[in-house]
């Protein structure tokens, strides 16, 4: 008697389409939930950008040959 896999493609006939839209529902009210969550979370104060900061100027190393 060959094994055949018990959630193969066809092999619950009419179940696997089931299957599929649920974990797809799933994945879908998880998702929605996060999107929920995240808009109401209040958000953090931009952090220093590099346009915000000095310009800083890059001293070569003695035992670092420059560039050309």
Not at 11 to 21: K, N, P, S, W
């Amino acid at each position: 008697m060959p094994y055949s896999p018990i959630l193969a493609h066809g092999a619950l006939g009419a179940l696997d389409e089931v299957i599929f839209f649920a974990i797809a529902a799933i994945f879908l009210i998880m998702m929605g939930i996060s999107w929920f969550s995240s808009r109401r979370r209040p958000h953090a104060p931009p952090s220093n950008t590099p346009a915000d900061t000095e310009p800083t100027t890059v001293q070569p190393q003695a035992d670092h040959v420059p560039l050309e």
